[in-house]
């Protein structure tokens, strides 16, 4: 492996292996869609990400870099520095 390689990391959740730090698994499939409660959104994608959600993220996964607005969406939540 070269010096400008990146070295592949495996996903502790889904076990994918990858070379992207931002790696976002899908650890489960959901058996009904979701409603966005930020914009209404109906949707099945555990990564959905709107304007009205992004304005209120807060936290960040210390263990895969997710970020989300609730501690509990994330599994090792870190309060983003600067937001109340």
């Known amino acids: 492996m070269s010096e400008h390689e ?6 502790p959740t889904c076990g ?6 931002g ?5 489960f499939e959901p ?3 979701n409603v966005c409660e930020y914009c209404g959104a109906e ?6 990400m709107c304007y009205p959600q992004v ?13 989300a607005a ?6 090792h939540p870190k309060r983003i ?3 109340s």
Request: charged residues 20%; hydrophobic residues 25%.
């Open 43 to 48: 949707t099945d994608d555990p990564r959905h």
């Open 6 to 11: 990146t070295k592949p990391i495996v996903c």
């Open 70 to 75: 609730k501690a509990e969406a994330l599994c």
């Open 31 to 33: 058996t009904q869609p």
């Open 16 to 21: 994918a292996v990858t070379t992207a730090t």
């Open 81 to 83: 520095a600067g937001t």
């Open 55 to 67: 304005e209120h993220l807060a936290y960040q996964c210390r263990h895969c870099g997710r970020l």
């Open 23 to 27: 790696h976002l698994c899908r650890p």
